[in-house]
C-alpha cells in the first residue's frame, strides 16, 4: 500500500496537472470504485460535471480534489494497487481503468483511475472547516507537516500501552507511515519493532521522529518505492527508494551496519524486518511466558 511518499508524488503531479481545470465529463466504469461514494456512480459523475478541480492536497496516505466555489472534495484513497494517471485522450484504455475523469480546456489529457484489486476509489465528501473531507477528519497530521504538533506524539508514546511499531501504523498519532518506512526508521534507531512506548525516553521518541522524517524525505526525492509495477506516478514512472532500503525486503542479506544477518518476522498480517544485534528485542518478548503450561514428564 502507498505510504506518505508515494502519495505526495501523486499529489504533486495531480496538482501540476489536474488543478485548475474544469471537469466536462465522469465516466465510473466499476461500481467498487466509488463505493464510499453512498450515493452511487451517476450520483457522482453529476455532482462533479462542471466545477472546477481546486490545489490537490494531502493527509497522511489520503489525498483530495477540492472543488472550487463549494464545501466539497473528491477523496482519493489508492488502497493496494490503485493509480490516478493523466493519460491523452486517445490512449488506449488500461486493463484495469476503472472512473475517468474529462476536462473542458482542450488540452487533450484526461484523469484515469486505474485500479487491479479494486480496494482504493474515489468519493465526495463534504468539508470539515479546516478544509478536510469528513471522512478522514480523525486523520492526524504527518510528520512531514509544519503543523505536527511533537510534543503531543512524544506524550502520547509515552501514554499508550503499546509497541513502537503499532505506535507508528496508528494514523490517529502519525499519519503517512506504513510497514516499510516504519522498519527503515526503526533500523535506522536501532529499535526493536516490540519496544513498548511506555520506555522510550524524549531523547530516542525524538531521534525516532527525525528517523521517520529523514526516511520519508530521502524516498520522496527519487519518487518513492516501487516494488512492482502498481505504484506509479501519474505520468505512470515508478519510484527508486526500494534501491536504498537498509531493512525492509532485506532477509538474510547482512546489516548495514553490522553483517549480521537481517531477518524477518510475521507481524500483524505483515512482515516486519529487523537487525537481531543492532534492534536487540525487548526483555519481555525473549522471557517466556509465566503462564504457560509445563511440559509433561
Same mark, same amino acid.
Given at each position: 500500500?502507498?505510504?506518505?511518499?508515494?502519495?505526495?508524488?501523486?499529489?504533486?503531479?495531480?496538482?501540476?496537472?489536474?488543478?485548475?481545470?474544469?471537469?466536462?465529463?465522469?465516466?465510473?466504469?466499476?461500481? =467498487?470504485?466509488?463505493?464510499?461514494?453512498?450515493?452511487?456512480?451517476?450520483? #457522482?459523475?453529476?455532482? @462533479? /460535471?462542471?466545477? $472546477?478541480?481546486? !490545489?490537490?492536497?494531502?493527509?497522511?496516505?489520503?489525498?483530495?480534489?477540492?472543488?472550487?466555489?463549494?464545501?466539497?472534495?473528491?477523496?482519493?484513497?489508492?488502497?493496494?494497487?490503485?493509480?490516478?494517471?493523466?493519460?491523452?485522450?486517445?490512449?488506449?484504455?488500461?486493463?484495469?481503468?476503472?472512473?475517468?475523469?474529462?476536462?473542458?480546456?482542450?488540452?487533450?489529457?484526461?484523469?484515469?483511475?486505474?485500479?487491479?484489486?479494486?480496494?482504493?476509489?474515489?468519493?465526495?465528501?463534504?468539508?470539515?472547516?479546516?478544509?478536510?473531507?469528513?471522512?478522514?477528519?480523525?486523520?492526524? =497530521?504527518?510528520?512531514?507537516?509544519?503543523?505536527?504538533?511533537?510534543?503531543? #506524539?512524544?506524550?502520547? @508514546? /509515552?501514554?499508550? $500501552?503499546?509497541? !513502537?511499531?503499532?505506535?507508528?501504523?496508528?494514523?490517529?498519532?502519525?499519519?503517512?507511515?506504513?510497514?516499510?518506512?516504519?522498519?527503515?526508521?526503526?533500523?535506522?534507531?536501532?529499535?526493536?519493532?516490540?519496544?513498548?512506548?511506555?520506555?522510550?525516553?524524549?531523547?530516542?521518541?525524538?531521534?525516532?521522529?527525525?528517523?521517520?522524517?529523514?526516511?520519508?524525505?530521502?524516498?520522496?526525492?527519487?519518487?518513492?518505492?516501487?516494488?512492482?509495477?502498481?505504484?506509479?506516478?501519474?505520468?505512470?514512472?515508478?519510484?527508486?527508494?526500494?534501491?536504498?532500503?537498509?531493512?525492509?525486503? =532485506?532477509?538474510?542479506?547482512?546489516?548495514?551496519?553490522?553483517?549480521?544477518?537481517?531477518?524477518?518476522?510475521?507481524?500483524?498480517? $505483515?512482515?516486519?524486518?529487523?537487525?537481531?544485534?543492532?534492534?536487540?528485542?525487548?526483555?519481555?518478548?525473549?522471557?517466556?511466558?509465566?503462564?504457560?503450561?509445563?511440559?509433561?514428564?
Amino acid at each position: 500500500m502507498p505510504e506518505l511518499p508515494e502519495v505526495e508524488v501523486v499529489r504533486r503531479g495531480l496538482e501540476r496537472w489536474v488543478s485548475g481545470r474544469t471537469v466536462a465529463g465522469v465516466e465510473v466504469l466499476h461500481p =467498487r470504485a466509488v463505493r464510499r461514494h453512498l450515493a452511487g456512480g451517476e450520483d #457522482f459523475a453529476a455532482r @462533479l /460535471r462542471g466545477h $472546477r478541480v481546486g !490545489v490537490a492536497m494531502r493527509r497522511g496516505k489520503y489525498l483530495w480534489l477540492p472543488l472550487a466555489d463549494t464545501d466539497l472534495s473528491v477523496l482519493g484513497h489508492l488502497g493496494m494497487s490503485g493509480q490516478l494517471l493523466v493519460q491523452p485522450e486517445e490512449a488506449r484504455d488500461e486493463k484495469h481503468l476503472r472512473i475517468r475523469i474529462r476536462f473542458d480546456d482542450g488540452l487533450g489529457t484526461e484523469l484515469r483511475f486505474v485500479d487491479q484489486r479494486t480496494f482504493g476509489g474515489l468519493s465526495l465528501h463534504e468539508n470539515t472547516p479546516e478544509g478536510l473531507p469528513e471522512a478522514i477528519a480523525h486523520i492526524a =497530521r504527518d510528520p512531514l507537516d509544519p503543523a505536527f504538533d511533537e510534543a503531543a #506524539f512524544h506524550t502520547a @508514546l /509515552r501514554l499508550r $500501552r503499546t509497541t !513502537v511499531k503499532r505506535a507508528l501504523l496508528d494514523q490517529t498519532l502519525i499519519s503517512g507511515v506504513g510497514n516499510i518506512y516504519a522498519d527503515e526508521a526503526l533500523w535506522r534507531t536501532r529499535l526493536h519493532y516490540d519496544r513498548p512506548t511506555a520506555t522510550l525516553t524524549r531523547p530516542r521518541s525524538t531521534e525516532l521522529l527525525g528517523h521517520v522524517r529523514d526516511v520519508m524525505t530521502s524516498a520522496l526525492a527519487v519518487g518513492g518505492t516501487s516494488f512492482d509495477s502498481l505504484y506509479v506516478n501519474v505520468n505512470g514512472e515508478s519510484g527508486y527508494f526500494d534501491r536504498s532500503l537498509d531493512a525492509y525486503g =532485506r532477509e538474510g542479506e547482512p546489516c548495514r551496519r553490522c553483517g549480521t544477518p537481517m531477518r524477518r518476522r510475521p507481524w500483524m498480517n $505483515r512482515s516486519s524486518y529487523f537487525c537481531p544485534r543492532c534492534q536487540r528485542p525487548p526483555r519481555s518478548v525473549l522471557a517466556p511466558s509465566r503462564t504457560a503450561p509445563r511440559a509433561s514428564s
